[in-house]
T-cell receptor, first 112, second 114 residues
Framework: KQEVTQIPAALSVPEGENLVLNCSFT??????LQWFRQDPGKGLTSLLL?????REQTSGRLNASLDKSSGRSTLYIAASQPGDSATYLC???????????FGGGTRLMVKP | DAMVIQNPRYQVTQFGKPVTLSCSQT?????MYWYQQKSSQAPKLLFH???????NEADTPDNFQSRRPNTSFCFLDIRSPGLGDAAMYLC?????????????FGPGTRLLVL
């Protein structure tokens, strides 16, 4: 079964701290991996998309890496701000299908 | 701006009363998806359209149906909502069937079943 796991489920950090969110997947035959942000009661906002041939993608204070051989992706957030507080979801598109397989998310709280 | 629009944002229905949720997109993407997301859980794909081709997930209940009358619009019909169907329903689009690009999500419709 192709699964995606995110640890920790929740994280609380003081403002200004650099942090790393983790995502692991069981099958290395992925097509791409996407990181999303979800605010409470809202839809998903795409943050970064990494194709299977890529090692990382950067957007502003965000950097996502991909290591297919170890089945891992990380989302690095630099100089965290209270506005970064949200749930972060990673999702994998496996080669075998069209559907995204989501992790359970990491709920991030950045305290002022 | 090009986007994915979902109406209504909040929907209240009664147990067993049919309800329709709508999604429209201005991105001209050929794939549209419907996801169900329950509280504190990851989104779960219900079905998707690749152009006019309907693709149902194996574990999607028969109670859930979908229509896509044209490229821009897609509807989710819940024929007889139960209390367990209360959730956030998310619509998403992508450019091609293999989602070479990003999946773009709408803001969601939160369904409450009384």
């Amino acid at each position: 079964k192709q699964e995606v796991t995110q640890i920790p489920a929740a994280l609380s950090v003081p403002e200004g701290e650099n942090l790393v969110l983790n995502c692991s997947f069981t099958d290395s035959a992925i097509y791409n991996l996407q990181w999303f942000r979800q605010d409470p009661g809202k839809g998903l906002t795409s943050l970064l998309l990494i194709q299977s041939s890529q090692r990382e993608q950067t957007s502003g204070r965000l950097n996502a890496s991909l290591d297919k051989s170890s089945g891992r992706s990380t989302l690095y957030i630099a100089a965290s701000q209270p506005g970064d507080s949200a749930t972060y979801l990673c999702a994998v598109l496996y080669n075998a299908g069209n559907m995204l397989t989501f992790g359970g998310g990491t709920r991030l709280m950045v305290k002022p | 701006d090009a986007m994915v629009i979902q109406n209504p944002r909040y929907q209240v229905t009664q147990f067993g009363k049919p309800v329709t949720l709508s999604c429209s997109q201005t991105l001209n993407h050929n794939v549209m998806y419907w996801y169900q997301q329950k509280s504190s859980q990851a989104p779960k794909l219900l079905f998707h359209y690749y152009d006019k081709d309907f693709n149902n997930e194996a574990d999607t209940p028969d109670n859930f149906q979908s229509r896509r009358p044209n490229t821009s619009f897609c509807f989710l019909d819940i024929r007889s909502p139960g209390l367990g169907d209360a959730a956030m329903y998310l619509c998403a689009t992508s450019r091609v069937g293999r989602a070479l690009g990003t999946q773009y999500f709408g803001p969601g419709t939160r369904l409450l079943v009384l």
